[in-house]
Structure formats: structure tokens, C-alpha cells
């Protein structure tokens, strides 16, 4: 089945509030496609690709001591738009430390890095398609979109699913931040679409005297009845 | 039926996490610019390009996917780090499948993209198979060359050139897939 992109949920190429939009937006029309093979299959990423600590991040960049900052627990179910489970796909994320700083050399904000945190990390989804893993609280940092611009603290991911137009790169939010409203990024995306981007605090995922649990559930495009890669 | 999660940018601070390997961090990656082994039959070939933004700079901060199906191949690069800010793929030519001619799906994400963009690359030595791709037949005339890399030979290795283009006269064809 060829479920499309909801463009009622998904933001557009342009929205010149985040103004790297701008000159990076197509401005053409896209061209509708007849799916072929090419768009329905896509990479399968099996247990080999996943170390043993991939996906904890308060433990995969560990130089000589624990990183800084709130332990969270990050988990959900990824599922289709039938609400089937999305199994053994990869789930990829990046983020910030806790003080809003990446490790990546383009970053210039003055905050510090972590010499013992990352902040990348990645997992499957199991035979029902949960997943999990443990980091840190991404800080909120200043942004050069406009003047005091600051991103709300956030957890980038990236997702395949069972096919290249199953694929998925977001953001996930956390409730209650103040910076949403303020966020051009966050704003690019419909109203309707918006709370979907926006995890839940949980004490079902909350670990005692450990880390506090944040549930992030993902619906990807399609549904099962998709052709598997190898069919 | 329940909603789709909503896209947002990949931003620019993929690389830590996407393309580790390839920026120099302490982690590594599921896919880079090698599709395929050593051991693979067929004709080796490279794809190199650039990404352009609709003043013509070149986008230093993107991220391409190549999806290969009939060897379900997967490549991924930034452009952050060769001088140039190229990206380059090597693999085999894909083979003609399903009477369509050869071809590469291409994912490209890059920061200011609220959406990842689809495209396809198609060759320039396929010219009658081209001729009859209906991906293609479907692309108004006059935009198809933005989608047919061009071959060339370079220090003795097939090389095709395939430049993307985010807006302007030749923008780059995107599918709605």
C-alpha cells in the first residue's frame, strides 16, 4: 500500500521563519512517483550493527568518569499507520550534552563539552517494536536564526522502517518546554502535527533512584502489508 | 488510521551521529561511501557531486543517501569533509529491474530541510533505456537532465558526475514518493 506523506502533519520545504529554508527549500512542485522497486525496499540493519553499548549513552563516550547531567530514560513503541509494530528497525539519535553543547567541531556556543559524553547512540526496535536507551537531558542553546533564538531541548532521531519511503528524521521534544512556542523549527510543523513531536514524562519508564522516563512513540508511513526487502 | 510522526531537519550536527566514521569522531557508522566489497561483480563505478543551494554556494552541511534495490546496496555521506565539498559513492552499475532503467534512489537532508527530499540518478551511457523509464517519461522534458549523471573517465575509473540542485533554473528534480 502506498500510504503518502501527510503533508497535513509534515511541514513544508519553505517556511521562512527558519530561515535556512529559504535558499535550501525546492521550489518546484515535487513529481509524483509510481513506486517501484527502488522505493519499496530499503536497508535492512540487522544485531551485528549494534555494539553493546550503542544504546546507552551515559556510557558509550565514558572517558574517566559518568557525563554530566540529568539521566533520562528515552523508550516508546515505533508502529505503522494501522498501529502495527514497526520490528528490528534501527533507530538512530543524536543530541547535545547537558549543557546545550554538541561535540560536533562546527558547534561554537560557549558551553561546555563532556569529555564523557558523546551523544550518539542507536538500537533496534524489538519483535514488537519498542525501543530503548538511556542518556542525558539535552541542554536548550542559542541559535543563529534571530536575535535570542534558542532551540528547546531536544533529541534528533533517524529511522528506516521497512522501506526508504518509510524513512523518518525528527526531533523529540520534551513537555512543558518554554522554548516551543518560540521554536520556528518546531512551528514549521502543523498545528495538528506538533504533540506528536512532544514526548510524555512517565513513571512507568522512570527508574528509581536512577533516571526519569520519557515515552516517544513513532508512527512511520505505510504499513506491514509493504513488501519486505527480500520478496 | 494513526498519524505520522512529522519530519523536522537533520540539522547541522548530523555528523557525530550519522556519519561518524567519515567526520573523525569515536563512533562509528551503519553505511558510508563504499556500497559494495571488493568481491562484487559488475562494473565499478563512482558517483561524484555537489549540492547547491539557490545562490549557487555550495552546501557544505548536507547529508545523501544512495539506495541501490538490485543489489540492496546503502550508502550515506556528508558533504563536511572532502575539500570540496563533494559527496562520492562507489559501487557496481545498477542493473535494469522491473523494465526500468538503471538507477540509484537518492535521499538528500541537509540543515533547512524541514522534509528529506527524494531524487533518483539515472546515467547518461543508458540513453535508450532512459528513453523508455516511465519515472522519467513522467518528468517534464526539459528537467530530465537534472536527473542523468553524466559518465566520464577519470584516472582510469568510470566516474559520473551528478550535481544537486536545491532551486533555480536547474533545480533538481524531487519526487513526492
Known sequence: ?????????????????????????????????????????????????????????????????????????????????????????????????????????????????????????????????????????????????????????????????NNISSRLVTQMYFPGDPLLQYDPIFLGVPPKGRELLISKFTLDLTEPSFALGYEFNIVLRGNNETPFENK | MALQTPSQTVGPYFAYGLTAAQYGYDFDQIANDVLVGDDMPGDRIHIVGRVFDGENNLIPDAMIEVWQSDIKAFGRMGTGTDPKNRFHFETVKPQSLDGQAPHLAIIVLMRGLLVHAYSRIYFSDEAATNAQDVVLNSVPQERRHTLIAQRHQVNGHTEYHFDIYMQGELETVFFDV
Open chain 1, 1 to 161: 500500500m502506498e500510504n503518502k506523506r501527510d503533508w497535513s502533519v509534515h511541514p513544508p520545504y519553505l517556511h521562512p521563519g527558519y530561515k535556512s529554508t529559504v535558499l535550501r527549500a525546492p521550489s518546484k512542485p515535487l513529481i509524483p512517483i509510481k513506486h517501484t522497486l527502488s522505493e519499496r525496499t530499503g536497508p535492512v540493519y540487522g544485531l551485528d550493527t549494534i555494539g553493546a553499548l550503542d544504546n546507552d549513552l551515559t556510557k558509550n563516550g565514558i572517558k574517566n568518569g559518568e557525563p554530566l547531567g540529568e539521566r533520562i530514560v528515552v523508550a516508546g513503541r515505533v508502529i505503522d499507520e494501522l498501529g502495527q509494530p514497526v520490528r528490528n528497525t534501527l533507530v538512530e539519535i543524536w543530541q547535545a550534552n547537558a549543557a546545550g553543547r554538541y561535540i560536533h567541531k562546527v558547534d561554537q556556543h560557549a558551553a561546555p563539552l563532556d569529555p564523557n559524553f558523546l551523544g550518539g547512540g542507536r538500537c533496534l526496535t524489538d519483535n514488537e517494536g519498542y525501543y530503548k536507551f538511556y542518556t542525558i537531558k539535552p541542554g536548550a542553546y542559542p541559535w543563529g536564526n534571530h536575535p535570542n533564538a534558542w532551540r528547546p531541548n531536544h533529541i534528533h532521531l533517524s529511522l528506516f522502517g
